[in-house]
């Protein structure tokens, strides 16, 4: 079990940017594919973006490609997802996840269990 702790949410004008960072311990992420999800109120949780263990592909949502970038930093143990000309649609708790999805699947919940989420932070874009 990998223990994660995403963190980065803030408040940011339409058209602002913020790097999400999802730090984790217990086990080394790369390891791992990591999923970046999002909540927005009375939705259901989304798949946002997500990069492939051991230096894999990367995914994003038709909603925030060429806008978000997904990364890894393997020394600190974590994966970023930078959010550039964000807008207030995007707002919503963002989560991690770590699982061993090896597709484009990695944009899909199930395919993470449930011990390997984050708690979630929260992304509000308002002016």
């Known amino acids: 079990q990998v223990q994660l702790v995403e963190s980065g949410g803030d408040l940011v004008q339409p058209g602002g940017s913020l790097r999400l960072s999802c730090a984790a311990s217990?086990?080394?992420?790369?390891?791992?594919?990591v999923g970046w999800f999002r909540q927005a109120p009375g939705k259901q949780r989304e798949g946002v973006s997500c990069?492939?263990?051991?230096?894999?592909?990367?995914y994003y949502a038709d909603s925030v490609a060429g806008r978000f970038s997904i990364s890894r930093d393997n020394d600190n143990n974590a994966v970023y997802l930078q959010m550039d000309n964000l807008r207030p649609q995007d707002t919503a708790v963002y989560y991690c996840?770590?699982?061993?999805?090896?597709?484009?699947?990695?944009?899909?919940?199930?395919?993470?269990?449930?011990?390997?989420w984050g708690k979630g932070t929260l992304v509000t874009v308002s002016s």
């Open positions: 996840a770590a699982g061993g999805a090896t597709t484009n699947n990695c944009l899909l919940e199930r395919y993470y269990t449930k011990d390997n």
């Open positions: 217990g086990r080394t992420l790369d390891y791992y594919t």
């Open positions: 990069i492939l263990q051991r230096g894999g592909r990367l």
